[in-house]
């Protein structure tokens, strides 16, 4: 499997939470589910159709604010309509890590490298400028580390004590059921950069910035 890995820019970007209706409260990175949507739309994928992948997200941003925006919804057979606080972050650097078989992995740099669309992550009107993708290679950290991102660091790779971070249930892939999405979800820390957490033999790549991916 090829492992692509992107750096990534975003003025502003709310990456909502579920059932966050009233307030839409945001992550501090995007979720899983996000990200893989991001990749699906650059792969073009067909209506229910899914390429395998793993993902790994860190990032950084400068701060958080609040905006308005009205928000329209049905109430009975009329259509209403009322502000909302939208929570946004601000100059959100991210360093993202996908990691899949090789045709799909070069699928998604040719669609990137010679697209001629612009990206989205979060809403729609949250861009994303690509400021680096490149191939990488795993390598294998062998001491503790310190983060020099934000990172959802997934539970297959830390003890319980290993770890202080917020934790996170988040969604990646999901299953049609009774015309429904059922959600695949992984247990994740958040976990704030310059954090040493002295964690063993976590994966990285050559320029040295670690990679998190979780388990299927």
């Avoid at 650059?42 to 209506?47: F, G, S």
């Avoid at 109430?75 to 909302?84: L, Q």
């Avoid at 010679?114 to 950290?141: A, Q």
């Avoid at 991102?149 to 996170?168: C, L, M, R, T």
Wanted: charged share 25%; net charge negative; aromatic share 12%.
């Amino acid at each position: 499997m090829k492992i692509l890995k992107l750096k990534l820019f975003q003025e502003t970007a709310c990456y909502k939470k579920p059932f966050a209706f009233k307030v839409a409260e945001t992550y501090p990175l995007p979720p899983y589910s996000t990200v893989i949507g991001m990749f699906h739309k650059i792969l073009k994928a067909k209506p229910g159709e899914y390429f395998p992948m793993n993902i790994s997200i860190q990032g950084n941003y400068e701060s958080i604010f609040s905006n308005y925006q009205t928000l329209r919804m049905f109430k009975g057979d009329k259509v209403t309509s009322m502000p909302r606080n939208v929570h946004l972050l601000l100059n959100v650097d991210l360093l993202i890590h996908v990691k899949a078989d090789d045709e799909i992995i070069n699928k998604i740099y040719e669609n990137i490298v010679n697209g001629e669309e612009t990206f989205t992550l979060g809403r729609n009107e949250d861009l994303v400028r690509v400021d680096e993708i490149k191939f990488v290679e795993n390598v294998i950290n062998e001491s503790g580390y310190i983060n020099k991102y934000n990172a959802f660091i997934p539970s297959n790779i830390y003890d319980e004590d290993d770890v202080q971070g917020i934790n996170y249930r988040l969604n990646t892939t999901y299953v049609i059921e009774n015309n429904l999405r059922k959600w695949n979800k992984v247990d994740v820390k958040f976990v704030e950069k310059h954090t040493n957490t002295g964690l063993e033999n976590i994966d990285k790549d050559e320029d040295g910035d670690y990679m998190f991916f979780y388990i299927k």
